[in-house]
């Protein structure tokens, strides 16, 4: 069976967290191209990996965003102590910061299937799953990715966990952002994923409690490595890579 490499990277700076991601995006990618040139016998097959994480706060802007989603300016944001950063995956603005379970799947599709809207959908599929376990009924909006709540009524349509990936020669990176324990205030500063009418919730707002955030990483891990076939490998991951 196909194996995932687990790691919890806990709370990590966005820039540091996204170097990281670069690094094992590279080493697959690399490795994959490396294949080519052998004979299937010695062919090395790529590792896929899924990083679990939190950031300081950060406010960061896709490659398809607008830049005036983000409504304050460089001292605001040092006055909030947040972080802003213009990346490369699709999707418009989002925040990001500590009560958010932040999971960033590396995955060499070609091992899976080569179907970007599939795993997207898996991805939505992995977390509407875990919500139902907590009696949360997560659902996806026609037309937006992420998962939401009440998506049929729109006065009360609510997004609990934004997603935004990239993805080249099949190997994916970036992944979702999901509310636990969130400070939802911080949301107020942008325009959530380019959505000016829409609500953003978190599980502590919608159980009227925190959450156990380790329970919900564990239920996580369980729904994506049934969902993608496969076994997630908790492991300690190299803090500098070849």
């Given at each position: ?5 687990y790691?919890?990277?806990g ?5 540091e ?8 995006f ?19 097959t ?12 950060v ?6 965003g ?14 909030l102590?947040?972080?802003f950063y ?7 603005i ?7 379970i ?33 009696g949360?009924k ?16 729109p ?7 934004a ?12 992944g ?10 911080m ?15 978190s599980?502590?707002?919608?159980l ?9 990483k564990?239920?996580?891990k ?9 076994t997630?490998v908790g ?5 500098q890579?070849?």
């Open positions: 069976m196909r194996q995932v490499v790691s919890d990277l709370l990590i700076d966005y820039k967290a996204w170097d990281f991601q670069e690094k094992l590279a080493r697959i990618v690399q490795q994959k191209i490396a294949n080519r040139d052998k004979p299937l016998s010695e062919q090395v790529p590792e896929n990996y899924l990083l679990f994480c939190a950031h300081p706060h406010y960061t802007l896709g490659k398809s607008q830049a005036e989603n983000l409504l304050v300016n460089e001292q605001q944001l040092e006055d102590h947040a972080a213009k990346i490369n995956r699709g999707g418009d989002t925040y990001h910061g500590p009560g958010q932040v999971g960033y799947p590396l995955l060499d599709l070609d091992q899976f299937f080569t179907d970007i809207h599939k795993y997207l959908r898996l991805l939505e599929e992995t977390i509407i799953l875990m919500l139902a376990e907590y949360i997560g659902e996806r909006y026609p037309g937006y990715t992420g998962v939401w709540l009440d998506p049929d009524e006065v009360k349509a609510r997004k609990i966990c997603m935004g990936v990239r993805t080249s020669r099949w190997v994916t990176m970036h979702w952002a999901l509310n636990v324990n969130s400070d939802l205030s949301f107020s500063n942008i325009v959530p994923c380019g959505i000016d009418d829409k609500a953003v919730t599980m502590e707002k919608e009227g409690r925190k959450v156990n955030e380790e329970e919900v564990e239920k996580l369980y729904h994506f490595a049934t969902l993608f076939d496969c997630v492991t300690e991951l190299p803090e890579l070849p």
